[in-house]
């Protein structure tokens, strides 16, 4: 069935510094959707990609769809970016999620 | 404008009891996803309606679970009879025509 494979599974981060995390698709797929879990445990929007890239603030995503893999780098990490982040494909009956990145930024 | 609102946020249940979450999608989403969240599994699908109709019934889940959407601002998901593994966090998330998908902040459900 479809799968997405999301890596690293786990990220440290120092402050002010920056990394990328990955998603792989083993399907093509329409689009791709970010998301951040806060603290209180709610998924929070971060990107909906139908192409191309986005860029919001200190976070920017990418996605190919015929390529087949999607991209989110964070810049300048902050200790409030801590938390795990997912990338979700959209579309069909189901909306496919990889398995998640627990990313932590320490001072 | 109102996300996706799910109620309640807490429940506590004894094993063997019936317990309904609830949800109200954004206004005009005619996607509805029910899912399960867990440490181990992450996010399973449970049901999945487009425009009030059942596409997606969970598989695994059907024998003691059970999700309705009478009309397309209100859906419900029932357990029954509720056993200790049921234990999760249970998400309802919304989308117009398979974009965006609006997630509610989850009921976190404890069967002792």
């Known amino acids: 069935g479809d799968q997405v494979e999301q890596s690293p599974s786990a990220l440290s981060l120092h402050e002010g510094t920056g990394s990328a995390l990955r998603c792989n698709f083993t399907t093509t797929m329409r689009a791709v959707q970010w998301f951040r879990k806060n603290s209180r445990g709610s998924l929070i929007n971060l990107f909906y990609l139908a192409s191309g890239t986005k860029e919001n603030g200190r976070l920017k995503s990418a996605f190919d769809s015929k390529e087949r893999y999607s991209t989110l780098h964070i810049r300048d990490a902050q200790l409030e970016d801590s938390g795990t982040y997912f990338c979700?494909?959209?579309?069909?009956?189901?909306?496919?999620f990889g398995s998640g990145t627990r990313l932590l930024v320490s001072p | 404008d109102a996300g996706v609102t799910q109620t309640p946020r807490h429940e506590v249940a004894e094993k063997g009891q019936t317990i309904i979450l609830k949800c109200e999608p954004v206004s005009g989403h005619n996607d509805l996803f029910w899912y399960r969240q867990t440490k181990i599994q992450g996010l399973e699908l449970l049901s999945y309606?487009?425009?009030?109709?059942?596409?997606?019934d969970g598989g695994a889940f059907k024998d003691r679970f059970k999700a309705e959407m009478l009309n397309s601002s209100f859906s419900t998901l029932k357990i029954q009879p509720t056993e200790p593994k049921d234990s999760a966090v249970y998400l309802c998330?919304?989308?117009?025509?398979?974009?965006?998908?609006?997630f509610g902040a989850g009921t976190r459900l404890s069967v002792l």
């Open positions: 309606f487009r425009s009030k109709s059942l596409m997606e």
């Open positions: 998330a919304s989308s117009f025509r398979q974009n965006t998908l609006y």
């Open positions: 979700a494909a959209p579309g069909g009956y189901k909306v496919v």
